[in-house]
């Protein structure tokens, strides 16, 4: 079951992931159409503050948790290597815990601005009018995904800890 569970939460980083690549090529096809179109005819086809900021949200966002899988998340790692082994690794243990904690807290953050302030007064982008609640979904969403992930990769850190050192 632990393992079926695991795998789904892949999947979903995976997908997670995707649609921030899909995000980011969108953002970029926009961009580049928008500056030969403004250079060579003088008009502007989209607006591209709100465009380009919904873009990198949505890229930034939406890869936290796969990022945070894969390691790609920044650490003081020369500091924690200079320490031994079993230091070391419950350091990471820690790094998981402290993880978990404030991704609740951004998780809580999210939930509240979403339901009690995008959603609920129905507020959109100014220029474009494009209702700001389903980014703010997708971020709810992957604030979520992180949690589950520092969850995961602290359950197996303490497993793993406790295999090695029994103690």
């Not at 790094?95 to 404030?102: A, E, G, K, V």
Request: proline share 2%; glycine share 4%; hydrophobic share 50%.
């Amino acid at each position: 079951m632990v393992n079926s569970f695991s795998k789904s939460l892949k999947r979903m980083r995976q997908i997670l992931r995707e649609i921030s690549i899909a995000a980011m090529v969108i953002l970029i096809a926009m961009l580049f159409i928008e500056s030969i179109v403004r250079k060579f005819i003088g008009v502007s086809l989209f607006t591209v503050n709100e465009y380009g900021g919904m873009g990198m949200y949505l890229f930034v966002v939406l890869s936290i948790s796969y990022l945070y899988e894969i390691d790609a998340h920044l650490s003081c790692d020369f500091v924690v290597n200079m320490l031994p082994e079993n230091v070391r690794e419950k350091t990471k243990i820690l790094n998981h815990l402290l993880t978990i904690i404030f991704a609740t807290f951004c998780f809580y953050i999210w939930y509240r601005f979403l339901f009690f302030s995008s959603f609920k007064l129905g507020k959109a982008y100014r220029m474009t009018g494009i209702l700001e609640w389903p980014f703010h979904l997708l971020a709810l969403i992957s604030w979520g995904m992180l949690v589950l992930t520092a969850s995961e990769k602290f359950i197996s850190g303490v497993v793993t800890n406790r295999e090695i050192y029994p103690n």
